[in-house]
């Protein structure tokens, strides 16, 4: 299934996730299993965690004091859908497995 998520993209140009595990580097074109990383201050929802379009209105993509953020095109499976409000980015897309097939050129919010 596609999916998009969206990442930090470190000075470096490495790509991580925003808030759990952030100091994860995640690779391109390869497959990666999710983990289980309960984070105080989050509800508990282990899974990669994608959107069905590259919209998270909730989310700026040049933080202050952070990393910009990019999105970025993916491929997920063992996925479960979980509803979301639209000022969230809608329905989540919540997965076992993700591959990074590409990033995305385009700025959406």
Same mark, same amino acid.
């Given at each position: 299934?596609?999916?998009?998520? *969206?990442?930090?993209?470190?000075?470096?140009?490495?790509? @991580?996730? *925003?808030?759990?595990?952030?100091?994860?580097? %995640?690779?391109?074109?390869?497959?990666?299993?999710? @983990?289980?990383?309960?984070?105080?201050?989050?509800?508990?929802?282990? @899974?990669?965690?994608?959107?069905?379009?590259?919209?998270?209105?909730?989310?700026?993509?040049?933080?202050?004091?952070?990393?910009?953020? %990019?999105?970025?095109?993916?491929?997920?499976?063992?996925?479960?859908?979980?509803?979301?409000?639209?000022?969230?980015? @809608?329905?989540?897309?919540?997965?076992?497995?993700?591959? %990074?097939?590409?990033?995305?050129?385009?700025?959406?919010?």
């Amino acid at each position: 299934m596609k999916a998009y998520k *969206l990442f930090k993209l470190r000075a470096d140009g490495t790509l @991580g996730p *925003l808030f759990i595990n952030a100091s994860q580097r %995640i690779p391109e074109g390869v497959w990666l299993k999710a @983990g289980d990383h309960p984070t105080k201050g989050f509800a508990h929802r282990p @899974g990669w965690h994608c959107t069905l379009k590259p919209e998270a209105p909730h989310l700026s993509l040049n933080p202050k004091g952070g990393p910009k953020r %990019i999105w970025c095109e993916v491929e997920v499976c063992e996925t479960k859908l979980y509803d979301r409000p639209e000022s969230q980015g @809608g329905t989540w897309v919540l997965a076992e497995w993700l591959k %990074i097939t590409r990033r995305l050129d385009h700025e959406a919010s």
